[in-house]
């Protein structure tokens, strides 16, 4: 029974668990862009340091202070102690897609690398409406489509990209990664206590101190050393966001290159929004999601304008975090941890202290706890569905890591042959179909399996038709917008909801989900 309380309360133990998980998911995060900035599109240091990442940081600030100010509220009108700010920050693939996607192609065809951050402004502009202008229709997205969908594509995202790499770095520094990932396991999972100390400041804790045990020896797990921690001193200096108003305007000239990802960006940020709202809705925590989604656009507007190229938005985790302890409190005490590092270049020096993979479990965590969700929030023979939802993230998780192997190789699939490839069993093309627009592939494919489950099978028609309109567009199935990009696979949605629709009208089928598929397991025991 949740206790009911008059003026909740803005921090609890359990906000420290909260802080140091999700405080260093967004340092580093913030260090990642950093590295982009710096070392791919080669931009100065008095742009990254000086404007950039104060930008960031204001962002990021107003953001976090917004949610925890949100879950307060929920906490008053409601008089519960358990409600949990939702987690927010710079969005990561978009961190991606805005560099590599469009702020280093043009970076490269210009020969100056801050037109490539102009036409980033620009794309982070363009989005900032997308998400206002969006944060009205949601509502009504969210309340017609099954929850198996919503929490699906979740579960998706965060295998591919949230479980996925930490899993690897673990792997690679094992002696650190694996360590810390049981030392929060048996915390977080089996219950056990460290004497009042958060388990996510024993697990950094003893991965620090494993790092710096094996540098003294020569060992060198973790890649720490007294001389980064020198060179990080060098990056000491106090910098505020100022207006970058003309570098946004500027990058306008790039419109046309820019409209092609930011249009389709913007729906998957709705989406994905709107995913982790339903997931903070399932742990008990009800937030509006016009409010979330216009004030993700709000704050990467008034971000942009100050001169940062990366959009905001709701992390997924939030279950992760409530579920260890995290309140009102943690969201804004990051917020405040990270308009001070990124005011006074002190990020540099943090990371030079810990090693990157003693981080890693945190995350693996939370991939672990939204993919559970999926299933156990969701009615039990809605199952396939979510398993449905899971593969187009993996075939985008696959394509990605293709093209990753190829370039690093001097080359591309296409130059390869797509012929070659198939012979080797790398279907390079239907990775690419499936994989392309994936969150709202994963949405339209479990949502159509759900409503088939429950014998909505006019519901079902009206995703498939969705589907259609959506990769006629190129929104879905596609690699860049525009109109009939995929067409048979437009046509073959047609025809799915040309098939359900019949189905709705003539169609005799069983009431009960679940008994062709219980009379099945008994017959073939039988």
């Not at 790039?254 to 709107?274: K, N, Q, R, S, W």
């Not at 190229?309 to 709701?314: K, M, Q, T």
């Not at 994963?442 to 088939?452: F, G, K, N, W």
Request: hydrophobic share 55%.
């Amino acid at each position: 029974m949740t206790a009911r309380v008059k003026t909740p309360a803005l921090w609890v133990p359990g906000d420290w668990n909260a802080f140091f998980g999700f405080g260093t998911n967004i340092l580093v995060n913030m260090l990642t862009l950093t590295a982009l900035l710096r070392y791919v599109l080669k931009l100065p240091d008095g742009v990254v340091f000086g404007r950039i990442v104060p930008a960031a940081g204001l962002m990021m600030f107003l953001s976090t202070m917004y949610y925890a100010w949100l879950a307060y509220r929920l906490a008053r009108s409601t008089g519960r102690s358990d409600v949990c700010a939702l987690p927010s920050g710079i969005s990561v693939p978009h961190m991606f897609v805005v560099v590599f996607v469009i702020m280093l192609p043009i970076a490269a065809k210009t020969g100056d690398p801050i037109k490539g951050w102009e036409a980033g402004l620009t794309w982070v502009f363009v989005q900032s409406f997308v998400l206002m202008a969006g944060g009205f229709i949601a509502p009504i997205v969210r309340r017609i489509t099954p929850r198996a969908a919503l929490l699906g594509a979740l579960a998706a995202v965060s295998i591919a990209f949230i479980s996925l790499r930490p899993a690897l770095d673990m792997y690679m520094t094992p002696v650190i990664g694996i360590v810390c990932f049981a030392i929060l396991i048996a915390s977080w999972f089996g219950g056990v206590r460290y004497k009042g100390i958060p388990a996510g400041l024993v697990a950094i804790a003893a991965g620090s101190a494993i790092a710096w045990t094996s540098t003294a020896f020569g060992l060198n797990f973790g890649g720490l050393s007294a001389r980064g921690v020198g060179d990080a001193f060098a990056t000491f200096d106090f910098a505020v966001p100022v207006p970058a108003l003309s570098h946004v305007f500027s990058g306008f000239q790039f419109l046309g290159i820019i409209l092609v990802t930011a249009i389709p960006f913007g729906i998957y940020d709705l989406v994905e929004a709107m995913n982790n709202v339903e997931s903070a809705g399932v742990g008990g925590d009800s937030f509006p999601t016009t409010r979330v989604l216009t004030a993700d656009g709000v704050v990467s507007l008034i971000g942009c304008c100050l001169g940062n190229p990366f959009i905001n938005a709701v992390y997924i985790g939030h279950p992760g975090w409530k579920a260890i302890g995290g309140r009102i409190g943690y969201s804004a005490a990051t917020g405040l941890m990270v308009l001070i590092l990124s005011w006074f270049g002190i990020l540099a020096l943090i990371m030079a202290l810990i090693p990157v993979v003693a981080i890693s479990p945190i995350l693996l965590y939370i991939g672990m706890l939204i993919g559970a969700q999926a299933f156990q929030e969701t009615p039990r023979s809605h199952a396939p569905a979510v398993i449905l939802a899971l593969i187009p993230q993996v075939a985008g998780w696959g394509k990605q890591q293709i093209d990753s192997a190829l370039a690093a190789a001097g080359t591309n699939a296409a130059a390869v042959g797509f012929d070659k490839l198939g012979g080797g069993g790398v279907l390079y093309h239907g990775l690419e179909i499936l994989g392309s627009g994936a969150v709202l592939v994963s949405v339209i494919l479990a949502a159509i399996t759900a409503c088939m489950i429950d014998r909505s099978y006019a519901k079902a028609s009206g995703f498939a038709l969705a589907g259609a309109v959506l990769t006629f567009f190129g929104l879905m199935h596609s690699e860049a917008i525009g109109v009939n990009k995929t067409p048979l696979v437009a046509v073959s949605y047609l025809g799915v909801a040309a098939v359900l629709f019949a189905c709705s009208r003539f169609a005799v089928t069983q009431k009960s989900p679940q008994a062709g598929i219980e009379g099945e397991l008994v017959d073939s025991a039988a």
